[in-house]
């Protein structure tokens, strides 16, 4: 009879102390998923679309583990060029570690650049069906990106990533796109300062891809030259010499090439480098007639020059 009490004594005990304990768990539970370290609890869609594994699906435990399980067999379907079934991989994967960022850059990177670029080459497919199949993975990478965007917001990492692939130029760019993601990005909270410096100019950089955003990333290249000398690279001071000898651009003051390079053999080396580079980007404005001045002005000898004069007399 004794035993029988102790028993049922125990069992209350440990009743009532699960039951004060529940307000306690369920507060750490909640301030656990609030902090993003366990994952996300999974609705009743999201288990069906995990098929067999939904099991698993209630241990949160060990979904991260399943998930890179997961991720390491795609590496099987790569070798074998098989993009749906790795497709369909990573859409359970990222529902099962949704806050793993690599999981996302993965998947995107599997879609626009691996599987787009084999359907490009997919000699069985005709012309139409190759572009049409290389955008259409393309789409998918971006895709990815915004989902993961959509569940991990504030993370700039993401955002980088969709910008760097909206302004691939082998991918199907979408400049404008591109523009306004990185400045989304400088909106993100506790940036680094080294990302923000580098967001801004890529920003520039993608605006010289827009012919007719020409007076905007003239008038940006000189914001950021005058902001800081951390600014003053290449990218930012090409800019400024095409864009205010660009015809539709209003220019307040022209600057010399020693206040924008600070000497004019400093100016020349860079002009020169632009020049070899003068099919990618904006229209080289000026460009040609700058640097004959400058060849003319250090006295660069003849066979020196990238436009050397042609001699008046034949002889």
Do not use: C
Request: no cysteine.
């Amino acid at each position: 009879m004794n035993k029988s009490l102790n028993i049922v004594v125990i069992i209350a005990i440990l009743g009532v102390t699960g039951w004060l304990r529940m307000p306690y768990e369920q507060k750490l539970s909640d301030e656990l998923h609030r902090l993003k370290l366990v994952p996300p609890r999974l609705s009743l869609e999201d288990r069906t679309r995990l098929k067999q594994k939904a099991f698993v699906a209630t241990y949160g435990s060990l979904r991260p583990t399943i998930a890179a399980l997961m991720s390491d067999t795609t590496s099987r379907y790569h070798s074998d060029q098989e993009w749906d079934k790795i497709e369909d991989y990573f859409s359970e994967i990222v529902l099962l570690d949704p806050y793993n960022l690599y999981y996302w850059d993965q998947a995107s990177w599997h879609m626009a650049s691996n599987a787009a670029a084999d359907k490009r080459d997919d000699e069985t497919l005709t012309e139409v069906g190759r572009q049409k199949a290389f955008k259409k993975y393309i789409q998918k990478g971006k895709d990815i990106l915004n989902q993961g965007i959509k569940i991990n917001p504030g993370q700039w990492k993401l955002l980088n990533l969709k910008a760097m692939l909206e302004a691939n130029r082998h991918r199907n760019p979408d400049y404008p796109a591109a523009v306004e993601t990185y400045r989304e990005l400088l909106e993100t909270p506790d940036l680094p300062r080294h990302i923000k410096r580098q967001t801004e100019l890529r920003i520039l950089h993608v605006m010289q891809q827009l012919p007719e955003r020409h007076q905007e990333a003239y008038d940006y290249a000189l914001e950021l030259f005058h902001r800081s000398n951390n600014y003053r690279v290449d990218t930012v001071t090409n800019e400024i010499v095409i864009g205010q000898n660009h015809p539709l651009n209003k220019v307040t003051k022209r600057m010399t090439m020693q206040e924008i390079y600070g000497s004019n053999q400093r100016a020349l080396s860079k002009l020169k480098i632009k020049w070899q580079r003068r099919d990618l980007g904006q229209k080289p404005y000026g460009l040609e007639k700058t640097i004959q001045v400058l060849e003319n002005k250090l006295r660069v000898p003849q066979d020196q020059r990238v436009f050397p004069h042609k001699p008046l007399f034949m002889k």
